[in-house]
């Protein structure tokens, strides 16, 4: 072989680049390893000791030699990549190497934590009533979960009388108000027991304001109908001919509906002009004296006239008693009567053919047989101000008229507003009982327009999951062992969030030896002969070992080692209405509420979680001071989702600070605020705010390979781009302020087996975007909450 390729090489070497997620290590298998043995078996320098074994059958040992040794090569350079990959963060496969891994940089896994709620109690009595620490409630099964047990964190005082304010409707003052009439509204509610008699045919006019006297609306009442509203008003309903446009911010106090009370004809048996238009007025002769007309008030001119039929309002300007010369009459008994005849002339304020007054015919005296003047114009009722139906985000919240008030003067600072549909909002704030008025200082989340009738929830207490286990004993002390280890029999052992704590959770497990307490440590290590203390140790399925002895020994004793704990942690969380029975109760308290989904539970941290998280902890070496800094630790408490942070400028400081945005349930942001400020230099300013969704309409249609069920790659999709949270459309991994590339979605739709092609429509706010991304901006996200469509059918949370 003088040619340098046919050189065989064996082993290959290895050439293993960073950043892999495969190492491999395996670089033969059985037929590789057999064909380099029999190979070197002959290779010149092996003719002493194999020159005269020649392979003569299947049978022969010296081959069979050969293949035990291909085949325990192969095993262990299997064994080798397998090994190779439990040895780095990035590609280690069982959890148990990962938390190995996680431990030499110092990092432990985060527990199983519990999430927390914001529950609403409901008392009896008439005097404050006092909430122990570790009353209990118990939620129904939600899901696959069963029920879960939370207590209360703290103790707390309630009033039975701010258990449930109801909120008092608003009614609208103005036009365009919510319930109101509307600038332009074709019905009209009117005050049922301050209104006369309507019918269909009445003529109205219409005065928006008062001080808007050239400015009547006239309209005429097709219908007329009493109701009796929901809410219980009586209100009498008019629908009229065309609609009645009134400004804007129009007080509804201040509009004036007039009905004509009266009538009167024209003189037509006389030869003078009764519609005189000879001047910028028209002036209308009577047939008869009509000494209750006054100037400056608002008449109606209607026409019967069949090609003429019609009507107009104006002002009365002048009235003047006169004689008409009359021709030919005939009084009621049948007689001529002929002269000079008393008559009223009322001279308008504008010609009787002006278009802006009502219909547009020409009137003259050839239809004074058909005109009539209707006058007399009276109040006829006030606008309606019914309840409104819906709550808007800005309305105040005025308590009903029944509210009681207690007599102590019991005033809460958190509540809690709850609408018909359950839809509920927290706040902070303050209740004024004598202006009936509760006034939010800040909402958790902005407030919604709200379904009428809502109620305030004033007796509002902090919850978190977990039982209480009150003395369990594990077992017995002997000093004459030097480790003592003792399991917990109940699992998981409760955490909670702690912004003091070292990893950001907080254990609720107390041992007592011998009635004394002894203390938690994470480890042994520095720890003194004679210090009493204990580390906790969980495995896989969250069972909490105790073990004692790095420090003192147990003393010796029967069942003198005794626990006190809260068990039951995970992100797994009742949503709104679920908690609703009293699991320990208190005397006086009725009932219990749960208005707010619960929030900030975590299940143990898996393997994805720590091969990202614990090396961005272990950079951060127990403080915040950059920006990644910062990130790392929001991200690693419990219950976020997404984090987000920048540098901002603080105006009132005039320094740059720290903007974090969250994604997260409940008063998440709070929780991140207190463990960022907890682990970074106390004069940062740091905000935190709730991340803002950006809703998205996405329509997706797929092409599916011929032979393959639709439905089964429609959802194949959808599990690529909604799971939770591996799916690419889910926030966990869409993340806060990130661009979206179409690129990227249609390569994730088109990585799922029996995927042919792929349209997509992306639809924001109305547009459909026509570039190659979208950019959600600054503290925002994408939220896909109302699902996708994918050939037709939605898929995801509306699906």
Same mark, same amino acid.
């Given at each position: 072989?003088?040619?340098?390729?046919?050189?065989?090489?064996?082993?290959?070497?290895?050439?293993?680049?960073?950043?892999?997620?495969?190492?491999?290590?395996q670089?033969?298998?059985?037929?590789?390893?057999?064909?380099?043995?029999?190979?070197?078996?002959?290779?010149?320098?092996?003719?002493?000791?194999?020159?005269?074994?020649?392979?003569?059958?299947?049978?022969?040992?010296?081959?069979?030699?050969?293949?035990?040794?291909?085949?325990?090569?192969?095993?262990?350079?299997?064994?080798?990549?397998?090994?190779?990959?439990?040895?780095?963060?990035?590609?280690?496969?069982?959890?148990?190497?990962?938390?190995?891994?996680?431990?030499?940089?110092?990092?432990?896994?985060?527990?199983?934590?519990?999430?927390?709620?914001?529950?609403?109690?409901?008392?009896?009595?008439?005097?404050?009533?006092?909430?122990?620490?570790?009353?209990?409630?118990?939620?129904?099964?939600?899901?696959?979960?069963?029920?879960?047990?939370?207590?209360?964190?703290?103790?707390?005082?309630?009033?039975?009388?701010?258990?449930?304010?109801?909120?008092?409707?608003?009614?609208?003052?103005?036009?365009?108000?919510?319930?109101?009439?509307?600038?332009?509204?074709?019905?009209?509610?009117?005050?049922?027991?301050?209104?006369?008699?309507?019918?269909?045919?009445?003529?109205?006019?219409?005065?928006?304001?008062?001080?808007?006297?050239?400015?009547w609306?006239?309209?005429?009442?097709?219908?007329?109908e009493?109701?009796t509203?929901?809410?219980?008003?009586?209100?009498?309903e008019?629908?009229?001919?065309?609609?009645?446009?009134?400004?804007?911010?129009?007080?509804?106090?201040?509009?004036?509906?007039?009905?004509?009370?009266?009538?009167?004809?024209?003189?037509?048996?006389?030869?003078?002009?009764?519609?005189?238009?000879?001047?910028?007025?028209?002036?209308?002769?009577?047939?008869?004296l009509?000494?209750?007309?006054?100037p400056?008030?608002?008449?109606?001119?209607?026409?019967?006239?069949?090609?003429?039929?019609?009507?107009?309002?104006?002002?009365?300007?002048?009235i003047?008693?006169?004689t008409?010369?009359?021709?030919?009459?005939?009084?009621a008994?049948?007689?001529?009567?002929?002269?000079?005849?008393?008559?009223?002339?009322?001279?308008?304020?504008?010609?009787?053919?002006?278009?802006?007054?009502?219909?547009?015919?020409?009137?003259?005296?050839?239809?004074?047989?058909?005109?009539?003047?209707?006058?007399?114009?009276?109040?006829?009722?006030?606008?309606?101000?019914?309840?409104?139906?819906?709550?808007?985000?800005?309305?105040p919240?005025?308590?009903?008229?029944?509210?009681?008030?207690?007599?102590?003067?019991?005033?809460?600072?958190?509540?809690?507003?709850?609408?018909?549909?359950?839809?509920?909002?927290?706040?902070?704030?303050?209740?004024?009982?004598?202006?009936?008025?509760?006034?939010?200082?800040?909402?958790?989340?902005?407030?919604?327009?709200?379904?009428?009738?809502?109620?305030?929830?004033?007796?509002?207490?902090?919850?978190?999951?977990?039982?209480?286990?009150?003395a369990?004993?594990?077992?017995?002390?002997?000093?004459?062992?030097?480790?003592?280890?003792?399991?917990?029999?109940?699992?998981?052992?409760?955490?909670?969030?702690?912004?003091?704590?070292?990893?950001?959770?907080?254990?609720?497990?107390?041992?007592?030896?011998?009635?004394?307490?002894?203390?938690?440590?994470?480890?042994?290590?520095?720890?003194?002969?004679?210090?009493?203390?204990?580390?906790?140790?969980?495995?896989?399925?969250?069972?909490?070992?105790?073990?004692?002895?790095?420090?003192?020994?147990?003393?010796?004793?029967?069942?003198?080692?005794?626990?006190?704990?809260?068990?039951g942690?995970g992100?797994?969380?009742?949503?709104?209405?679920?908690?609703?029975?009293? @699991?320990?109760?208190?005397? %006086? &308290? #009725?009932?219990?509420? !749960?208005?707010?989904?619960?929030?900030? *539970? =975590?299940? $143990?941290?898996?393997?994805?979680?720590?091969?990202?998280?614990?090396?961005?902890?272990?950079?951060?070496?127990?403080?915040?001071?950059?920006?990644?800094?910062?990130?790392?630790?929001?991200?690693?408490?419990?219950?976020?989702?997404?984090?987000?942070?920048?540098? @901002?400028?603080?105006?009132? %400081? &005039? #320094?740059?600070?720290? !903007?974090?945005?969250?994604?997260?349930? *409940? =008063?998440? $942001?709070?929780?991140?605020?207190?463990?960022?400020?907890?682990?970074?230099?106390?004069?940062?300013?740091?905000?935190?705010?709730?991340a803002?969704?950006?809703?998205?309409?996405?329509?997706?249609?797929?092409?599916?390979?011929?032979?393959?069920?639709?439905?089964?790659?429609?959802?194949?999709?959808?599990?690529?781009?909604?799971?939770?949270?591996?799916?690419?459309?889910s926030?966990?991994?869409?993340?806060?302020?990130?661009?979206?590339?179409?690129?990227?979605?249609?390569?994730?739709?088109?990585?799922?087996?029996?995927?042919?092609?792929?349209?997509?429509?992306?639809?924001?706010?109305?547009?459909?975007?026509?570039?190659?991304?979208?950019?959600?901006?600054?503290?925002?996200?994408?939220?896909?909450?109302?699902?996708?469509?994918?050939?037709?059918?939605?898929?995801?949370?509306?699906?």
């Amino acid at each position: 072989m003088s040619c340098r390729c046919d050189l065989q090489v064996f082993p290959p070497p290895l050439v293993i680049p960073p950043g892999l997620v495969r190492i491999e290590r395996q670089i033969a298998g059985f037929p590789q390893w057999r064909q380099a043995l029999l190979a070197g078996a002959g290779n010149a320098r092996h003719a002493a000791t194999l020159g005269a074994w020649k392979a003569s059958g299947p049978n022969d040992l010296g081959l069979m030699l050969i293949e035990m040794w291909a085949y325990l090569a192969d095993v262990l350079a299997f064994y080798d990549e397998v090994h190779a990959h439990e040895c780095y963060l990035r590609t280690a496969r069982l959890p148990e190497s990962v938390r190995m891994l996680v431990e030499r940089l110092g990092y432990r896994a985060r527990p199983a934590v519990a999430a927390s709620v914001e529950l609403a109690l409901l008392a009896d009595g008439r005097t404050t009533l006092s909430i122990p620490v570790g009353t209990a409630f118990r939620s129904t099964a939600f899901g696959s979960e069963k029920p879960q047990v939370f207590e209360t964190d703290a103790p707390a005082t309630i009033h039975p009388q701010a258990s449930r304010w109801s909120v008092a409707a608003p009614r609208p003052v103005a036009v365009d108000d919510p319930g109101g009439p509307g600038a332009g509204a074709t019905v009209l509610r009117l005050e049922a027991a301050r209104s006369v008699r309507w019918a269909a045919g009445d003529r109205m006019l219409a005065q928006p304001r008062p001080e808007d006297s050239g400015t009547w609306r006239m309209r005429t009442v097709q219908a007329a109908e009493t109701r009796t509203l929901d809410s219980g008003d009586k209100v009498l309903e008019l629908t009229l001919d065309a609609a009645l446009t009134l400004g804007a911010g129009t007080p509804l106090g201040g509009v004036r509906l007039l009905r004509p009370t009266k009538q009167a004809g024209l003189w037509i048996q006389t030869d003078i002009n009764v519609v005189d238009k000879t001047g910028p007025a028209t002036a209308l002769t009577l047939d008869g004296l009509y000494r209750d007309l006054r100037p400056g008030v608002p008449v109606i001119v209607s026409c019967t006239a069949p090609d003429r039929e019609g009507q107009r309002w104006f002002l009365v300007n002048d009235i003047e008693e006169t004689t008409v010369a009359v021709d030919m009459a005939t009084d009621a008994d049948g007689a001529t009567i002929s002269g000079n005849l008393p008559a009223t002339r009322v001279t308008l304020d504008a010609d009787i053919d002006a278009s802006d007054r009502g219909s547009p015919h020409n009137w003259n005296d050839a239809q004074a047989a058909h005109l009539l003047l209707h006058y007399g114009l009276a109040d006829a009722g006030r606008l309606a101000a019914p309840p409104q139906a819906v709550l808007s985000p800005t309305a105040p919240l005025a308590l009903a008229p029944a509210t009681t008030t207690p007599a102590d003067g019991h005033a809460p600072v958190r509540y809690a507003l709850q609408d018909v549909d359950d839809q509920a909002v927290g706040f902070g704030g303050s209740v004024d009982y004598t202006a009936l008025q509760v006034t939010a200082n800040a909402y958790d989340t902005p407030r919604p327009a709200m379904r009428l009738p809502a109620q305030i929830l004033a007796n509002l207490v902090m919850a978190t999951r977990g039982e209480t286990v009150a003395a369990e004993v594990l077992g017995s002390g002997d000093a004459t062992l030097e480790r003592q280890s003792f399991s917990l029999r109940n699992s998981p052992l409760t955490h909670v969030a702690s912004a003091t704590a070292t990893d950001g959770v907080a254990s609720t497990l107390q041992i007592r030896v011998d009635g004394e307490l002894w203390s938690e440590r994470p480890t042994f290590y520095g720890v003194g002969p004679e210090e009493r203390v204990y580390v906790v140790e969980l495995d896989a399925d969250g069972v909490a070992t105790v073990s004692f002895g790095g420090g003192a020994r147990l003393p010796t004793g029967v069942g003198n080692v005794v626990a006190s704990y809260r068990h039951g942690a995970g992100a797994a969380a009742p949503p709104p209405g679920c908690i609703a029975q009293i @699991a320990r109760g208190v005397a %006086g &308290l #009725r009932s219990v509420r !749960q208005p707010f989904t619960a929030y900030g *539970g =975590a299940d $143990a941290e898996g393997p994805e979680t720590l091969r990202t998280g614990a090396p961005r902890q272990a950079l951060t070496l127990g403080r915040a001071v950059s920006i990644r800094d910062f990130e790392a630790f929001a991200a690693a408490c419990s219950g976020v989702r997404a984090v987000a942070v920048e540098w @901002a400028w603080d105006a009132l %400081g &005039l #320094r740059p600070g720290v !903007q974090a945005w969250v994604v997260g349930e *409940g =008063a998440i $942001a709070d929780t991140v605020r207190a463990r960022l400020q907890a682990v970074s230099d106390p004069t940062t300013p740091i905000a935190v705010s709730t991340a803002t969704a950006v809703p998205i309409a996405l329509a997706i249609e797929v092409e599916v390979e011929a032979g393959r069920l639709p439905a089964e790659v429609e959802v194949g999709v959808a599990s690529v781009l909604l799971d939770v949270p591996t799916g690419l459309l889910s926030v966990e991994r869409i993340g806060i302020g990130r661009p979206l590339y179409f690129s990227r979605l249609a390569e994730a739709v088109h990585g799922v087996p029996g995927v042919v092609s792929m349209r997509s429509t992306w639809t924001r706010a109305g547009i459909v975007a026509t570039d190659y991304g979208d950019q959600p901006g600054s503290g925002a996200y994408f939220d896909f909450d109302a699902g996708i469509t994918i050939n037709g059918q939605v898929h995801g949370d509306a699906g």
